[in-house]
């Protein structure tokens, strides 16, 4: 199964930009990988899923358009722009593996975007 | 608008059992497979269990394989989780979340409901 890795805390000023990176492990380049947002003491909200193609199907419920991903190699990328107040939040990565009893669903250990 | 409300949290000893239960409105909930997602205290998300739309199917991580059984009654549109042998590593705030189908592996969730596992 794939393993995720994010880097654990990020920074942007308000109005800049961030790109936060999720990278697959080894041999799995083709996988497609769902990004979460989590608000302190909320559940995480659907934001998109990436692939290498960029964005697959449509993001989640109200993200704005701020938000974008790209996929390249084994790396997914979420960029927000012009980065507001409440886009502090942990950021996850998530991505599925296999079927039926065998199924797995693993996580990144999530980023801390910090809104300075 | 759609709705995933969990409860049954609380303390629970070492070696105790709880049953998790996650109310759903919002949508037709029959027709959506559904996942347990855990998080301990500021550490990252973890996926405990999956069912399919009518319960006949389901998925369990190893680490609570044997252990808890997740279940659904679908006429109450209520997912359920029932946790035995409980341990301290077991600790943690537990999500229901709806799966997403080709969308994602999950497209709405709910608040959560903390687990803790202590004497």
């Known amino acids: 199964q794939p393993v995720l890795t994010q880097p654990p805390s990020a920074s942007a000023s308000l109005g800049a930009s961030v790109t936060l990176t999720c990278t697959l492990s080894?041999?799995?380049?083709?996988?497609?990988v769902d990004w979460y947002q989590q608000r302190p003491g909320k559940g995480p909200r659907f934001v998109m899923r990436?692939?290498?193609?960029?964005?697959?199907?449509s993001k989640g419920d109200g993200i704005p358009d701020r938000f974008s991903v790209l996929g390249s190699g084994l790396n997914r990328y979420l960029t927000i722009k012009n980065i507001q107040e409440e886009d502090e939040s942990d950021y996850h990565c998530?991505?599925?593996?296999?079927?039926?009893?065998?199924?797995?669903?693993?996580f990144g250990g999530g980023t801390k975007l910090t809104v300075l | 608008e759609v709705q995933l409300v969990e409860s049954g949290g609380g303390l629970v000893q070492p070696g105790g059992s709880l049953r998790l239960s996650c109310a759903a409105s919002?949508?037709?909930?029959?027709?959506?497979?559904m996942h347990w997602v855990r998080q301990a205290p500021g550490k990252g998300l973890v996926w405990v269990s999956r069912?399919?739309?009518?319960?006949?199917?389901?998925s369990y991580a190893d680490s609570v394989k044997g252990r808890f059984t997740i279940s659904r009654d679908n006429a109450k549109n209520t997912l359920y989780l029932q946790m035995n042998s409980l341990r301290a590593e077991d600790t943690a705030v537990y999500y229901c979340?709806?799966?997403?189908?080709?969308?994602?592996?999950?497209?709405?969730w709910g608040q959560g409901t903390l687990v803790t596992v202590s004497s």
């Open positions: 979340a709806r799966d997403g189908g080709f969308k994602a592996n999950s497209d709405y």
């Open positions: 919002g949508f037709t909930f029959s027709s959506y497979w």
């Open positions: 069912i399919n739309s009518d319960g006949s199917s389901t």
């Open positions: 080894s041999g799995y380049s083709n996988y497609k």
């Open positions: 990436v692939g290498t193609g960029g964005i697959v199907g």
């Open positions: 998530g991505a599925d593996h296999g079927s039926g009893s065998n199924f797995v669903w693993v």
